[in-house]
């Protein structure tokens, strides 16, 4: 049974940091690709940050490039989100999710087959 478990999040100032972590078991980290996206009040699950199984390698959506780093941690076997410069308009749930067949559309929540409870980032200007 494979579980996506988030955590990290809370209310923070504008300009401040959060580091969201998603425990994952029944899959390897290091072998799927695995997704941030945020649903925002009212609006549709977008995407954030991926990191490819295939080849570590990592994609962002403009809104948070910069600000945002996308990692994981094969030991523990659990992906971050580190969010730093803040703004109001990073408030959302932020969920995780696991691709276990590495489809290129990384930015289309379809293709993950596996998503976690997701967790409140509130940020106050």
């Known amino acids: 049974q494979v579980q996506l478990v988030e955590s990290g999040g809370g209310l923070v100032q504008a300009g401040g940091s959060l580091r969201l972590s998603c425990a994952v078991s029944?899959?390897?980290?290091?072998?799927?690709?695995m997704a941030w996206f945020r649903r925002a009040p009212g609006k549709e699950r977008d995407f954030v940050a991926v990191v490819r199984g295939n080849d570590g390698s990592t994609h962002y959506n403009d809104s948070v490039k910069g600000r945002f780093a996308i990692s994981r941690d094969n030991a523990k076997n659990t992906v971050y989100l580190q969010m730093n410069s803040l703004k109001p308009e990073d408030t959302a749930v932020y969920y995780c999710?696991?691709?276990?067949?590495?489809?290129?559309?990384?930015?289309?929540?379809?293709?993950?087959?596996?998503w976690g409870q997701g967790t409140q980032v509130t940020v106050s200007s």
């Open positions: 029944g899959r390897t980290v290091s072998v799927y690709d």
């Open positions: 999710g696991l691709d276990p067949y590495n489809d290129n559309y990384y930015w289309d929540t379809g293709v993950y087959a596996y």
